[in-house]
T-cell receptor
Framework: DSGVTQTPKHLITATGQRVTLRCSPR?????VYWYQQSLDQGLQFLIQYYNGEERAKGNILERFSAQQFPDLHSELNLSSLELGDSALYFC?????????????????FGPGTRLTVL | AQKVTQAQTEISVVEKEDVTLDCVYE???????LFWYKQPPSGELVFLIRRNSFDEQNEISGRYSWNFQKSTSSFNFTITASQVVDSAVYFC???????????FGTGTSLTVIP
């Protein structure tokens, strides 16, 4: 158990709908990362938040948005869903945010949310 | 730009054979971290190892060993005496020193045949 929790575990919805995925980081971790893993795209970095602020952006579609709340949990919102959005969505957390190379920054991953768009 | 390349898409070995998974990275940073993660069929991503750019010492953990060579920008992972439970997809990753961006390779799918 990594200490990162994600809900829901599975989500089935229809095209055009909107869903929200939730992530709670490990205790003490300030950074949250979102990834999309689909069969043909591998593990794609979407976005990172650090202590409530957006820190880095990857291949995130405009239909997708995220935020990190004061209690450090994060939500990933996916709207106008398309069939191609079906994937496993991972959240990860890390200490991050420091430039001290002695502080390790490995990411700990949650179990993922499997989204199926029909 | 940072990039991680895992050229081996799929590897199959017979149980008890040794296998090496290759990882080549690109970065202009002088300080960075390298990681290996395992994704078994159950789907979760499991952290295996990190290495910072200051430390080129190789590491061994049981049947696992890692060979970090800055001169060739490689961070290869060897499993000795492979077992069926090693069957998984293995990802190599690179991060900036401050953890603000992670770059994952496309993964190597390892199948260990009993």
């Amino acid at each position: 158990d990594s200490g990162v929790t994600q809900t829901p575990k599975h989500l089935i919805t229809a095209t055009g709908q909107r869903v929200t995925l939730r992530c709670s980081p490990r205790s003490g971790d300030l950074s949250v990362y979102w990834y999309q893993q689909s069969l043909d795209q591998g593990l794609q970095f979407l976005i990172q938040y650090y202590n409530g602020e957006e820190r880095a952006k990857g291949n995130i579609l405009e239909r997708f948005s995220a935020q990190q709340f004061p209690d450090l949990h994060s939500e990933l919102n996916l709207s106008s869903l398309e069939l191609g959005d079906s994937a496993l969505y991972f959240c990860a957390s890390s200490v991050a945010g420091t430039t001290d190379p002695r502080i390790y920054n490995e990411q700990f991953f949650g179990p993922g949310t499997r989204l199926t768009v029909l | 730009a940072q990039k991680v390349t895992q050229a081996q898409t799929e590897i199959s070995v017979v149980e008890k054979e040794d296998v090496t998974l290759d990882c080549v990275y690109e970065t202009r940073d002088t300080t960075y971290y390298l990681f290996w993660y395992k994704q078994p069929p159950s789907g979760e991503l499991v952290f295996l190892i990190r290495r910072n750019s200051f430390d080129e010492q190789n590491e061994i953990s049981g049947r696992y060993s890692w060979n970090f060579q800055k001169s060739t920008s490689s961070f290869n992972f060897t499993i000795t005496a492979s077992q069926v439970v090693d069957s998984a997809v293995y990802f190599c990753a690179l991060s900036e020193a401050n953890g603000n961006q992670f770059y994952f390779g496309t993964g190597t799918s390892l199948t260990v045949i009993p």
